[in-house]
């Protein structure tokens, strides 16, 4: 399977949370050549940026690991897509659905690719409700669709 990943779903990679041994499996399958997953190229801004929130802010990790969790990060080796090749759709979902432009890239690059995308982010997950598919992540369930 093809999916979309986002950032939600990539620090569950990183961190022990609620959720994460769910992506855990994704990963694992992407890492066996199983499913095939991609993101916008901001995935990394935006998991640098909850890794630096989850060191200064909420002292869930120590600060001086930070740079090696991302790191580890970075080894995955997550194909990405440039974010400035669907930089309009993004913005014109993130307009029309009243969201952020970071979680209507996902969505744009999603729609673009023409499969779905994996996510924790419920919020998300309703603001685009009917536009994508979305696979859930949650803790009790990982293969939840929701169709468009």
Do not use: C
């Amino acid at each position: 399977m093809r999916l979309v990943v986002d950032a939600s779903v990539a620090i569950k990679w990183l961190l022990d949370e609620v959720g994460s041994p769910h992506a855990h499996h994704f990963l694992g399958r992407f890492q066996t050549g199983e499913d095939e997953l991609i993101a916008p190229d901001l995935i990394v801004s935006e998991v640098g940026n909850a890794l630096r929130s989850a060191a200064a802010l909420r002292k869930r990790i120590p600060p001086d690991v930070v740079a090696a969790v991302l790191a580890d990060f970075l080894r995955i080796g997550l194909p990405t897509r440039s974010a400035a090749e669907t930089a309009q759709r993004a913005l014109e979902l993130a307009l029309g659905h009243d969201a952020t432009y970071y979680d209507a890239a996902y969505v744009a690059l999603a729609l673009e690719e023409g499969i779905p995308l994996l996510t924790t982010d419920g919020p998300m997950i309703q603001k685009f409700k009917g536009v994508v598919e979305f696979v859930k992540l949650q803790a009790d369930f990982a293969g939840e669709r929701t169709s468009r």
